[in-house]
């Protein structure tokens, strides 16, 4: 798909995003944002852009890589409030807006904690509402264990309060396995087949019984999900005992570090 932008975008594009020669993939972000201005959408690189106005993006990357000592730095992604660069091979340097993420590793900042993915350190950059943070990369989960516990999360946006997940019966199950197999238009989420749920016999007259999605991309067995859930569960468990906040504990937010679920992008608590 050809991706349209004005002159003016284009100019800006060229002026901002000079090469700079420490960062690879630095094309990528050239594409990233490129996208996003052609869609309209004030997210990611956008969003660092317009808080630096007249500043020079080089200019910031070039002070975090100074104050964090990293030797070199790979352009990765962008979300909904900044933008992430692999630094070193085994760290994530996130360039973000969002205040609530640093109130929330304020406490936690240098320290190991079960569950969370650690925090080095963060510089703030009040003249444009940025922050600079640096911490542990981890494996990125599956896109069907993603789904599962995004699902799971809206299911319960309340999920700090891990009562919903302790007391789950088989009525939460078939709601949740429901949720997977057709989930909402406005979850965005990709259909899940659970293979030997009992909703798909091809009974109509049960009740119970609910249409297999025709277009479902994943499929996996009720005791696959079961050890996803219980996972899921374990994380919540560990957050919880520390008092971690977890109402943004969706699949986005989770990754695996040893072989462990942890929880990233905390929210402030």
Same mark, same amino acid.
């Given at each position: 798909m050809k991706i349209i932008i004005t002159e003016s975008q284009y100019n800006l594009i060229l002026e901002q995003f000079d090469d700079f020669g420490d960062i690879k993939k630095f094309q990528k972000i050239k594409r990233d944002y490129r996208k996003d201005l052609s869609r309209g959408l004030e @997210?990611?690189?956008? +969003?660092? +852009?317009?808080?630096l106005d007249d500043s020079n993006f080089n200019d910031l990357v070039t002070d975090l890589v100074k104050h964090f000592n990293i030797k070199k730095i790979k352009y990765f992604d962008r979300g909904a409030f900044g933008m992430a660069f692999i630094a070193d091979d085994d760290k994530i340097l996130k360039i973000t807006s969002d205040e609530?993420?640093? @109130?929330?590793? +304020?406490?936690?900042?240098? %320290? %190991?904690?079960?569950?969370?993915v650690t925090y080095y350190g963060y510089k703030e950059y009040p003249e444009?509402?940025?922050?600079?943070?640096l911490m542990d990369k981890v494996e990125l989960i599956p896109p069907i264990q993603k789904i599962i516990y995004t699902t799971m999360h *809206?299911?319960?946006?309340n999920v700090f309060d891990s009562f919903f997940w302790e007391d789950f019966n088989n009525e939460d199950m078939d709601e949740l396995i429901? @949720?997977?197999? *057709?989930?909402?238009?406005?979850? +965005?989420?990709?259909?899940?087949?659970?293979?030997?749920?009992?909703?798909n016999e091809e009974n109509e007259d049960d009740e119970d019984w609910v249409e297999p999605p025709y277009?479902?991309?994943?499929?996996?067995?009720?005791?696959?999900?079961?050890e996803y859930i219980e996972e899921y569960k374990k994380l919540l468990k560990k957050l919880n005992k520390r008092n971690i906040d977890t109402k943004d504990l969706h699949g986005g937010n989770i990754g695996i570090k040893d072989g462990e679920?942890? *929880?990233?992008?905390?929210?402030?608590?």
């Open positions: @997210r990611g690189i956008s +969003k660092v +852009k317009s808080a609530d993420e640093i @109130r929330g590793i +304020k406490k936690i900042v240098g %320290k %190991k904690i079960p569950g969370v444009f509402g940025l922050y600079g943070i *809206h299911l319960n946006a429901n @949720r997977l197999q *057709h989930p909402e238009p406005e979850d +965005k989420l990709q259909p899940i087949l659970i293979t030997d749920y009992y909703g277009n479902a991309e994943f499929q996996i067995t009720e005791n696959e999900l079961i679920l942890v *929880h990233f992008d905390i929210m402030a608590f």
